[in-house]
């Protein structure tokens, strides 16, 4: 399956962003997806996680409550709704599949090309 992210930006800090993560090749049904991101000099770190129904999503602790991640896998399409942006939000954010729901890099087996995120403050 090939990933495409999109939707990031620069906005000011307390904005909001949506990020898509459009799949191809192969139904999105078949995968958890997960939001990943990644700030200059620092690893690359989890974000979120979806079920494939998304009846089941967790989160990092510091977006709980300003992040939504969700799906549409009518459209083959995951999203990111971000809020309240804080400028430690600043990275580059990537989408991935994999078969099992968790917050290790290791687990996803397919990884978009990324977006970039940047909050002013």
């Known amino acids: 399956v090939q990933l495409q992210a999109s939707g990031g930006g620069l906005v000011q800090a307390g904005g909001s962003l949506r990020l898509s993560c459009a799949a191809s090749?192969?139904?999105?049904?078949?995968?958890?997806m997960g939001w990943f991101r990644q700030a200059p000099g620092k690893e690359r770190e989890f974000v979120a996680t979806i079920s494939w129904n998304g009846g089941s999503r967790s989160y990092q602790g510091s977006v709980k409550g300003r992040f939504t991640i969700s799906r549409d896998n009518a459209k083959n399409t995951a999203y990111l709704e971000i809020n309240s942006l804080k400028p430690e939000d600043t990275a580059v954010y990537y989408c991935?599949?994999?078969?099992?729901?968790?917050?290790?890099?290791?687990?996803?087996?397919?990884w978009g090309q990324g977006t970039q995120v940047t909050v002013s403050s």
């Open positions: 991935a599949a994999g078969q099992h729901q968790s917050t290790r890099v290791a687990e996803y087996d397919y």
């Open positions: 090749g192969r139904t999105l049904r078949s995968y958890v």
